[in-house]
């Protein structure tokens, strides 16, 4: 059946590292999102995507980076340039329908070693 | 400024009762959905419901129901009969520029419900 995932499930980091976090989806959504949660906390936008090949940033993009080549992947690259990358990563996709809201997967934990 | 504003960092209920949590927020598009998110301990974000800035009445799903008072900028989400299996961080969100493709939600700080048995 159709939905979202995210892997790994936990993954370590040592400091000056980067790492690639993987989203895939198999619900033929076009819009895809990137969201960080630290403890305790909202969610905040990294980077969107709403087409193949085109992306753009949200709120804290800044020691991240992403690529859009398929419409199913949209991978997140934490690299060493992120001063603070110990979070919970969610990725979505948006829901056409009538409350235009997301599909989440079940996310990434990240923690600097 | 802060889009989406939930004052309550904390929420105690017994459970049997209803709990409201409280959620305002600030846009001056006219069109524009209200979402809340249930976040269990797993950290999955699990869709309970929706209110857009066009609908005429209350959304309602099953026991979560949204007081959306259009004026004040306010869409609390109402439990009603709590269960156990409720405690959880409880979010409400936004998405603007609603009938935009690939509008991005704005999310609040959440409130962390504890279901008291």
């Known amino acids: 059946d159709g939905g979202i995932t995210q892997s790994p499930k936990y993954l370590f980091r040592k400091e000056g590292q980067n790492v690639t976090l993987s989203c895939e989806q198999n619900l033929n959504h076009d819009a895809m999102y990137w969201y960080r949660q630290d403890p305790g906390q909202g969610l905040r936008l990294i980077y969107y995507?709403?087409?193949?090949?085109?992306?753009q940033k949200g709120d804290i993009a800044e020691g991240y980076s992403v690529s859009r080549e398929k419409k199913e992947s949209f991978p997140l690259t934490v690299t060493s340039a992120q001063k603070n990358p110990t979070a919970f990563y969610l990725c979505?996709?948006?829901?056409?329908?009538?409350?235009?809201?997301?599909?989440f997967g079940s996310g990434t934990r990240l923690t600097v070693v | 400024a802060q889009k989406i504003t939930q004052t309550q960092p904390g929420m105690f209920v017994q459970e049997k009762e209803a709990v409201t949590l409280d959620c305002t927020y600030d846009?001056?598009?006219?069109?524009?959905?209200l979402f809340w998110y249930k976040q269990p301990s797993s950290g999955e974000m699990i869709f309970l419901i929706y209110?857009?800035?066009?609908?005429?009445q209350n959304a309602t799903e099953g026991r979560y129901s949204l007081n959306f008072q259009k004026a004040r900028k306010s869409a609390n989400l109402v439990i009603s009969a709590s269960q156990l299996g409720d405690s959880a961080m409880y979010f409400c969100a936004m998405r603007e520029a609603l009938y935009n493709q690939g509008g991005k939600l704005i999310f609040g700080q959440g409130t962390e419900l504890s279901v008291k048995p």
């Open positions: 979505a996709t948006l829901i056409q329908g009538p409350n235009y809201g997301y599909t």
């Open positions: 846009t001056s598009d006219p069109s524009y959905g």
């Open positions: 995507s709403q087409i193949v090949n085109d992306f």
């Open positions: 209110q857009g800035s066009y609908d005429q």
